[in-house]
């Protein structure tokens, strides 16, 4: 259990991080879809360590192929089988932590769960995973551009700098612009250097990512469990390092009274609008056709360059010794898994409504 | 579908506010366990309408009716069928709203959704519809009373009324003891002051349950998409009014260095803990044993008793008047549904996880 | 587990011959659907006991009650409820039966899954169950109604004797002028005589039913596993008693040459035929708008007015003596059943294929 | 929908016949199973193409590659990916079948479905899929090799040669000894004559497989609609070319009494027994510790070397002419899959049955 996410269009992954290769499975992709290759590699690109300074340095291309379900440039109604080679898989020596616990990782839970671990990197809980969900939450957002949606995701806080303006008022365009994916260049620069400081530190630190989705179809969204809202909440939260998950108005609505909060309906030309938009686009669970927008908690990421003191599976105390190359703070190279989630949320939830009438 | 929460233990609801009856079918609850009616009704009086000032005066009885699954007093291993008939579903006139989208409620994405709609009250979308998820959330806690798992909820914001303790410092034992559920009884009062204040102004106003669960066994968890956080916040975010989620350090954790986040292990006496908690009970996805806590962030209701501006199914201006017996804040009444589904995941999760070994 | 039915148009039931109630929740049904209540009713009155001399004598009404999902008339595509009071559980003296495994019943396996058993008739394993499904059923072929698609099953054999004729020579529409639901009047006649032979002489005795379903479109199923026919086999192999199920040529189609067997495609006017139909209407597991045919083994029922020697939950050998009213013959009871999961099958896979194509 | 099968233990493929690679994704096989991959060459070698002269003179050494889940040849409990490379996939003219339906082949199902195919053979609909199937079959049967369960299937019938022995008084150890896989030495010999013979006539034949399940646990399978043996014949029915199952007395049991057909339980030392066992070791869907057993029809597959009279997409009259190299039987390539199947049921349900009791 655990590795699929989705109703109708859904995922399957496979895959750990010093593995052969990393798989996704893409079932319920309509029939007669273009799949563009290049757009594929370009989020995997966007995903990618090495990428930039403030990133891990470790180099992998995170080449896809695609092994089904695809057809002269079509999707077939099949299953799109996508593997994803782990360049970098020589037998290393990892004596050192094969039987340490390091501090805050999944090391101990998968050990006490399964009895055994993969002690090579984070095994399965390895954020390396997330690359099968970004390749096939490109052809996601490929169905999307078909129906005219589009998911963007940005960088709102890195430590105590946050983005204090509404996304309104912000051109989002701007955010592939920098490294760190803030579309404030003022700000991006100054959390760019806050990274580096902390990165010299040997040290990691959090952040949030805020992600914007215009144009859902209103009627998207399944009533009480699956409300739409606690779909996204669920994909962001089986999203490494992640802590916390806020629509509309989140954790600051609490404050407002509700004759502040309603949104008022209105009529603008034909369409259906609200005046305000506490509501995140989503009420009772249902799309209503505003934008919709959630804020995402990153923690500072667990692999740190200093040593730390835990224990081992025989309980001994024993130090972890950072090593290796690793992010100082995930929330640039988060920026493209938070859209392929929330793309295949929107996606399977377009297509699941295609039952809900005669 | 979106009618039923679970993996293994499962439950499906089903029932409007002004239908019949509400239901809920629980599959897969182990055979052999003492199911205690009692306790069942416990939790349906701490959630049901009417039993306080500061909650709506309606009074509805929220009787249960057992009809399957149950044999001598325990659970047979088959699904346990329970209906709550709703009292008061007298065809009263409801033309006055029929054909109006009241604002922040469901009417209008139902209505778009599903070309029709149960307009006497929210239908499906009303919160009525989480009696039947206490009801099967009552069980869920004898299952956890059973492996010594407990589950435990309280107000701890109301507005801009904070409860800035940390959980472990307060006797959780009192919040039971006054009507808003705050274990804090000096700030109890001021949020049962302000929550009246709100009320004669015809208003209402959001808050902010947290949770705690002790004693969970280790290794219950799902890896990737079905983390033991994602599923919690699943089943939080699946509830009306809520508009975010955060466990462990949330929001708050993304100013921190990892260095300081990360929690070191250590052995006391046979046991593994850990020195901090900023994990939140939960590491790569899966328990630590340590406690699991999580705050849910619930907005001001929509239902508020003054006049609104809306539209109707006909795109013209109308005006929304406010009727009825309402709650002006629904965190008190909320504490018992968190626990209900807080207790659902825990329960499927421990069941889920016999499968891990061979 | 094992509970529901269906992946979009699903139904769960609960509910032991000898507790309270049985019920049944239909979610999926698109919004918008016409339910007639006393169709449902009919539906009930073909499947309940006590209707001829040839069924059991005991009497049960199966009354149902619609608890949500329907308004004024109308399916609003929210999970449409029903209960089915068990008329007759008042607390008889079962001593005498609930330690002892009655030979080809469920009791020692249920037993031994669960470690203890609702001892008062079947419990969940009983018949009476499908009174729930017959009733979703009823909905489903409503539903069929509005695509224009028809079910019908009727009895083909009771023993040995076996209407030889193919079912596009027959009448069905004779099939419920009698008792035994067989479309051959004379060949009815004769299985009528047996079965009381059978029943006279304190036995039971097997049978199949038949099913034809027109007019299906054309690509309703899915690929690989769930193939239109699998489903509908699983389907019947679900339902009490059930041996075998055969599809299209099925057994008899093992000795045939592939030149005889396969079935040439032309075109009648605007429409796609085959001149042949051994596929039974389904290739490679998708609907081609022929006809769709099965048959159905029902086994003897276990419940027999004779004395048999078994064991009980000590091990101990004793005699079960047959007491009650039981069925001589199921199949003609089996036959609205039959309908009913094949018409769940059917209106679940034309809803599963509105996703199919962008 | 309908590319994954089991509920916990669960695989989920992926691939077309003439597409770069088939794959699997098996989900839930408990951490700790020694993994022996030559157990599952033996089984692809089983299945293979061009094996014997009986079987199509397709050469494809179906190489398995194990993804991941499997570190120092154990299972981690994570997702286990195989992918199987399709050696032949070059790109040849298929321009004379492109717009071609074949016979009782899928062409015309698929192509009203989803608009688009894979015309290059069967795509998605072709048997190859199920070398996917027998890797992960492989696997489960290792896990049932742990619980000390075996599966074994043979060929039962081709044509009008039918084995009517009991399979009690066979040696089935035998029907691995002949290429036609009859534990029967001299029938096998007329069956492998009479393929031989179809094979020269450019034609195909059908036959029966029998499968037998020996040391199944007590109390496997789940009430209801997943009855163990509704899951057996759902996965058999699942397979290219079925057209029946049936288990235990099958349909020769319509024809029994109620007194014939019981199965008495009985003790022998500890353990309970039956004296028959016409229930075919299932009783209300779940095992009752005998064997399991069941026939599975299949039939003459649709590929024949003989002109045949179609349509194209247009509509227009075609010929279809028979090419390349197919089997004239598929039952002997088939009792692998069966048994691959087989497993997989058994395997889930194993691990399904941990969550019965506290």
Chains 1, 2, 3, 4 share one sequence.
Do not use: W
């Not at 209105?266 to 056709?289: A, L, P, R, W």
């Amino acid at each position: 259990m655990g590795n699929s996410f989705g109703k109708l269009f859904k995922i399957t992954t496979f895959g750990e991080s010093h593995g052969v290769a990393l798989g996704v499975t893409l079932e319920g992709c309509p029939a007669g879809l273009e799949i563009d290759e290049a757009k594929i590699r370009l989020e995997m690109q966007r995903r990618k360590p090495g990428q930039s300074k403030i990133t891990t340095q470790r180099k992998e291309e995170d080449e896809i192929e695609i092994l089904s379900g695809v057809f002269e440039g079509k999707s077939t109604g099949t299953p799109i089988g996508i593997v994803i080679r782990n360049a970098d898989q020589k037998s290393k020596d990892y004596s050192h932590i094969s039987d340490k616990f390091r501090p805050s990782h999944a090391d101990y839970t998968y050990f006490e769960k399964y009895g055994i671990r993969d002690y090579r990197g984070g095994g399965r809980s390895s954020a390396r995973e997330t690359a099968a969900r970004v390749a096939a939450g490109a052809i996601a957002k490929q169905l999307l551009d078909h129906y005219g949606v589009t998911v963007q995701a940005f960088v709102s806080q890195v430590g105590n700098l946050k983005l204090e303006k509404p996304y309104q008022e912000l051109n989002l365009g701007l955010a592939e612009e920098n490294i760190v994916r803030c579309p404030d260049p003022e700000l991006a620069d100054q959390m760019i250097q806050l990274i580096d400081e902390v990165r010299l530190d040997r040290d990691t630190i959090g952040g949030v990512v805020t992600c914007v989705i215009k144009n859902t179809p209103v009627g998207i969204g399944e009533p009480v469990f699956d409300r739409l809202h606690a779909e996204l909440g669920k994909a962001m939260l089986g999203i490494n390092a992640v802590k916390g998950f806020e629509y509309g108005s989140g954790f600051d609505g609490v404050t407002m009274r509700g004759s502040q909060h309603n949104d008022a309906f209105i009529k603008e030309g034909d369409k259906v609008k609200t005046k305000t938009n506490f509501s995140g686009g989503i009420q009772g669970g249902i799309s209503n056709g505003e934008d919709i927008y959630f804020r995402v908690a990153f923690k500072p990421v667990a692999t740190i360059m200093k040593d730390q003191e835990s224990i081992n599976e025989a309980g001994e105390s024993i130090t972890v010794s950072g090593k290796g190359r690793h992010d100082p703070c995930v929330v640039p190279r988060a920026v493209p898994i938070v859209e392929a989630m929330a793309a295949l949320v929107i996606a399977d939830n377009i297509i699941l409504a295609k039952s809900n009438k005669l």
